[in-house]
Each structure stands twice: as structure tokens, then as C-alpha cells.
């Protein structure tokens, strides 16, 4: 009977353990002892539960704690990944007519692995260290012991420093709403052939070692996990005890096995996903032998007879094996000296899936010639997690504090600073690539979209740089004169299928002064799967005449016109993502009324009078500042330009009779159509309706003499007259 933690097989137990006690109390008693001993088991692990009797009888084994926590098939315990816990079992032997039945408990206490990994590791670059980054969240408990081991490598396994990160960890803060934090640390002369593993405990509890790292692969040597050998076998040496040996290749870890034997491990589930091993005769052992790998009693490959000068590597994936077993063989000349050696024989963890993210930074960043300042690093992550930054050239002119200020301590006539930007990733999300910025100095000045520059008149620079969005654009302000600026820059992103309001400080050629055409955006490009940007000005008159379109109008040629405000875009036909245009002007001068950004205003003066004064007021949004009055003069210079005010037509609008009042004509100033509506003297009945065009004559001839409301829709407004004939 194999009582495992099914509700039946608990079931059962108890009904033959209830009969035990009723019965035994005549019987000889016997002890049941775990040759187990309880531990802190970091997930997953395997254990194979190991409990005798005095009387000699059969153990059987099941879980009374934490069952959501491990699986027992037998007397294999798999511990699953999930949340810290307790997992306890029980061993029982449940007696006969000569002994009782004797019952021991086995306490184990489980922490989960996947709180305390190595998130990403960013190799060495100029005088910058090599650094691990850590994801350590040790939830509700408290850590007294954190440590980076650092190996040479998967053979040797030298250990080459020990890193205590309890400082670190003490002075890191907490990724936003969790208790776990990313930990950096520096290590210098970092190669990428370097091993891992990271040692840790808790307040109050014992050591726990991790799995081993190779970059970001975890994995385990098939030496520490639980194993079945047969023959003459060896672990972690070689046959005679020496180092094991394969060629000129020497192991830390591994079997040294005579012909004829062979090692054999149980997988747990869907823990590990790809076996890799070197397997060969052991170092100055003459004659030949053979090795063979089997996976589920099927086997995948064999050495064929090699001598001590041949050293074999396997690389097998272990999807759905659940016993992997290695033959150490003769080679067909005699038992002697055949001494094999399994070399690193490692097990990789199946990696937790974490989501991608993507890092977003400018390339470029041109720095002004002025005096020291400190200056925001902003690189974006798509995860919303803080990136790291370190400086890849230029150290002598600059700093990194609280993590993304750049300190520029000392600006040179002509050099660049080259910055990295990188995402570790933690628990959800996966590292990103690195990229990088180039700061570089200029004598001039760079405005970034969030920012605002004065300048006096009378300056001259080299170059002004402006960036900015659909949501907001560096200021650029002249107190007072003319600056002259030799090269002026405006940085804008689009955002595909979204409109940005730009202006131009003076008459330009959008083709000419930009690098959309060599972006592969083209003006108003109909080609099929082809980029195209748009320019839009607004149409005071469409607005007039036809509230209900659209009032802006595509232009036609890329040329626009100075200080006017217009709305631009770009399609998606070559992808989504954020695109940075570049508009250069050369010998630009810029004055109080051509200062970037000049507030534009459009107003819509379609029903004011000619001549009259009306008062807009401007209350700043999100920013500090007082509300702005600004007076606008209508003075237009020619009257027959302005669009129809509608209103003001229906205002003074009159009718006449026809001679016969079998009909009227209404005194519209064009031939927009009007719509007409013709109820009885009290409005509650419909009696007509018609188009009218203007001069047309209404008729009549179809209502009795009376009075009526006439109601008439001209344009974007409406008025009633009454009618009485």
C-alpha cells in the first residue's frame, strides 16, 4: 500500500492507523528514524526520503504539511516553486501481529529561489568594472547573510573572490511597491567565462546556497543533486582519488567510475532543460573504454572506444526526460586501467519566463559651452523601471550622481562624453540591450522640451538646439535686441498617426531644412507602404462656412510660412515607434517677435464686428504663472475677404412679399443654402419645409392666410420670424 496525498490514500491511512492503535497494546513497540535530516531547501529540489524501521518492516511516506508546496511519488519529495513555506512528512510503519505501528515527522523549510537571482550582468567597458546586478526580495523576512561568490570557471571552479552585499543591500532603495530590490554590484576584472552563485540566510535561520550562474543560465552540478551510482564510483574525484582529468582538462566537480558502472539521476518535472558534460578516460589511464548517454531508457549517443587523448562533449536538451543515464563501459581490451571520468556534468534550469522591455534614449546631446552644471539623464524603460547609467568615455569631465544626474564638472573647448544606459530587469521583466548617449560640447545652447533659455540681444551663437513634442517644446526667449544664431536646430519626435503643432521662426522648405525624405517620409505620399508626413494650416473661412468639416486644410507644397501655427504628422507605414526629426536653419536672427516659442493663438473672429475690441484671457495650465489679457483689435484691411458671420446676416435679415403674397424672398447676402421651416401661429405644427436658396422666391401659395414662425438655418446660426399674411 502506498499511501501518497491523494484524499483517498489519506483516507485509508487513517482507518489502518486508527486499527494499529486499537490493537497494539499487547504488541512490541519499534522506532522509526529518518536517516534524512531536516533542512532549508531552496526551490526546486528533489530529496529522496529515507526512513528505517526496527522491526525491519516497510516505510511508507506522506506529506501532513504543504501540500501545495511539494509532491511525494514513493519516497521522492519534489519541492515546486511558490511561496516560502513549511513542508513536513511523516514516515510510518504500520506494524503486525508482533510489532506497533510507529510513526516519525521530518520538518522542512522551504524558500523560494526565484526571490533572490542574478537579474542581468553587464561586461567590463574602459575603466568601468564589470557589474552583476542582483534581484534580492527576501519579503517578510530579514536577511543576515548575503554574499557573492565568484568563480573562475564551470571546470575548475576556483573560487576568486567572495562579495559581502549587506552594505549594499542596506543602502539600495526598493523597487517601487515591492520589498525587493535590484542590487549593483561592481567586479572588477569581470570576464564572461565567470561562475556565480550567491549565498544567503535570514535572521534566526541557517545558510542556503543558490544554483550556480553561467552569465544569466542557471544550472546545477549533477554531483550535488540526488544520484544512484553502480560499480566502483567516485564523486567529485577521479577512480584513484586524484582531480578528474580528461586530457588536459581538469574538474572540480564530477564521477570517476570504473568499467563497468554507471550514474543515474530522477528529473524533477519541468525543472531542467538541457544536459551538458565532458566524458572521457581519465588522464594517464592506458587502454581504451566507452561511454554512453541514455535518456528515459533510450539511447542517444555513445563515445565508441577512446583512449586518454579524447575528450567528448554532450550537449543534449531534456525536454520531458525524467531519467538520464550515463554507462561507463569497457572499450574491448580487458578491464584494466579503465578508469572514466564525467567532467562538469551540469543540469540548466529551465529559465522563468520574464516579459521584454525596451530602453529609449536619444543618441545624441549637445552640451553648452557655458559653466559647470548637472544635468537629468532621462533614458525610458517601456516596464517604467529606473534605468542605471554609466560613463563610457570622458570621466575626466564628468560624474554620475543619484543615480541619473550628470555632474559636468569641466567642460573643454571640444570633446564628448559617452554615456550607457541599461535596464536590469527583476522579478517581471527581462533585461534590456544597452545604448548609448553622446554628450557632446558646443558653444551654443541646447533647450530641452521641458526647459526655458533667455537670451540678451547682441549674442552670437554657434549653435541653438531645440527639443521638443506633441505635449511641449523648449522655450527660447529674447529679453531684449537681436541674437544671431548660426546654426539653429529644432528636435521633434512624432509619434506616428498623431498630430504635433509646430511653428517655424521664419519662411521655410520643410524638404530642404529637415531629414524626413532621408527618414523615408515623403509630403502627402499616396505609394503604398511608403512613409509620408502631413502639414496642415487652419482655414478660418472653411470654419465659417462649413462648421461641421474639418477646418484644416493639407498643404500642398512644403514650404510654410513664419511664426504661423500649423499641425504636422507622419504615418505609420514604416512602423510605430517614436521617430526624432531634425530641422536645420542656417543664420537664423531671432528678436522679441520671432523668440521659440511665441504663443500662437487662433481665434475664431467669424461673428465679431469689424472695428470692435475683444479681450482673451490665458490662464497657464500645469505651470506657474499668472493668467495673461491680451486685446485683439478686428481691424480688417478689406472687408470682402471675411467669410460670412452668419448670425450677423440673419440679424438683419429682411423678407418682402411678391406682389400677390402668393410668395417672399429673403435678403441672404450669398447662396449658401438655408434650411426653412414654416409652423403654425403657436409652433407646435410643422406646416413647410424647403431649401432656400437666396434670391429664390418661397412660395406660398400652398398655406392659408394667417400668421406663422418661421424658422430659418443659415449657416452655424438660426433665427424665428414671425409671418403674416
Known sequence: MDFTNNSNAIGNYNLARLYMERTQSDKQEQQVTFTNTGETIMYPRQVDLKATATSGGKIYYRI???RDAADLKGNVLTFKDGQSTEVVVE?????????????????????TGENIFISSVLPESGSNPGTVYLYVNPQANRLSQLTLNIYDDVYLLNELQQLDLLTIWNNTPFVSGTTGKVLAVAVPDLEMNRVFRITYGYEGGETMYSSYYEGLDMFDYLSDLPYRTQGNAQIDKAVNGSMLQITTQKYKKGFGIHAVGSVQTTLPAGIYDRFITDVGKQSGQPYVM?????????????????????????????????????????????AGNDHGSIGAPRLYRTAVARKEQTL?????????????????????ASSGLAPVYRILKGQEFATIEDGNILNLHTLPEHAEIVVEAFQPGDREWEPTTTTTCTFRFSKGFVVQKDARVELEGGQVLEELIVYGDAGQMGQVVVKNGIVQVKKLILKYIFVPKEWNFITFPSDLDIDKISDLNAKGYYLNNKTSGRGAYYIRSYDTQVRAENPSGSVWKNLETPEVKGLKGYIMGINNALGMDPVEVTFT?????????????????TLDLSKVEPGTRQDVYIKPVNVKGNTLKVSVDFQPENLSVLPINHAKALEGMRFTFTPDK?????????????????????????????RYVAPMVL?????????YQMVINYGDATAVRILDF
Request: proline letters at 6%; one cysteine or more; charged letters at 25%.
Open 360 to 380: 529609449n534614449w536619444q543618441k545624441e546631446f549637445p552640451l553648452t559651452h557655458n559653466k559647470p552644471f548637472k544635468l537629468p539623464m532621462k533614458a525610458t
Open 91 to 111: 514516515a510510518t510503519q504500520y506494524g503486525n501481529e508482533q510489532y506497533a505501528c510507529a510513526v516519525s515527522q521530518l520538518s522542512y523549510a522551504v524558500r
Open 585 to 601: 536653419m542656417d543664420n537664423v536672427s531671432l528678436d522679441f517677435e520671432s523668440s521659440i516659442r511665441p504663443l500662437n493663438l
Open 290 to 334: 566507452e561511454f554512453a548517454l541514455k535518456m528515459d531508457n533510450r539511447q542517444l549517443t555513445t563515445t565508441g572506444p577512446v583512449n586518454n587523448s579524447k575528450k567528448t562533449t554532450w550537449d543534449y536538451p531534456l525536454d520531458g526526460v525524467s531519467v538520464l543515464h550515463i554507462d561507463v563501459l569497457y572499450g574491448g581490451d580487458g
Open 662 to 690: 402668393r410668395g417672399i424672398r429673403l435678403t441672404l447676402p450669398d447662396q449658401t443654402p438655408a434650411k426653412i421651416a414654416i409652423y403654425n401661429k403657436k409652433g407646435t405644427k410643422l406646416m413647410k419645409a424647403v
Open 64 to 66: 501532513i504539511k504543504g
Open 699 to 707: 412660395d406660398l401659395s400652398d398655406l392659408k392666410s394667417g400668421t
